[in-house]
């Protein structure tokens, strides 16, 4: 008798917490899907920034945001092979300050922005990302 009164017990209570459960994922706002489109590799270009392949701005979009890199901007319009030792410094001081998630982000920012990553970064930039996509 104890073991019929348990079991219907434990089945109660599973059976509130799966309309508890149910109740709370169908009441979360939606996020908002992510559209995938082709690469903007054309304004990439005109850009320079030279990382088209991870570049993944919407066409028409050039969202610039920044990740305590304003100084960054005085590089606007340079070359990726015409920076001294200490401007490079400052690109992968930011670099390695970013959450994995955020690197991707960073350079579109920088694409908009029309600054170059220095060649000298570029593969450690591209593997990060890379990472990041293999973990999602």
């Known amino acids: ?14 059976l509130f917490l799966s309309i508890v459960n149910y109740q709370s994922s169908h009441n979360k706002p ?6 995938t489109t082709a690469y903007d590799t054309e304004n990439c270009a005109e850009a320079g920034c030279g990382l088209q392949t991870i570049c993944n701005k919407r ?3 050039e969202k610039v945001e920044y990740y305590e890199d304003e100084e960054l901007d005085d590089y606007k319009g340079r070359t990726p092979d015409d920076y001294t030792e200490t401007e490079i410094s400052q690109f992968r001081e930011v670099l390695l300050t970013l959450k994995p998630h955020e690197v991707a982000e960073w350079l579109n920012s920088l694409c908009a922005r029309k600054v170059e990553l220095p060649r000298s970064l570029r593969a450690q930039a591209i593997s990060m990302v890379n990472s990041n996509k293999q973990r999602l």
């Open 30 to 35: 939606k996020a908002e899907p992510k559209i």
């Open 1 to 14: 008798m104890i073991t019929v009164g348990l079991l219907v017990v434990l089945l109660v209570i599973g």
């Open 59 to 61: 066409v028409g979009e």
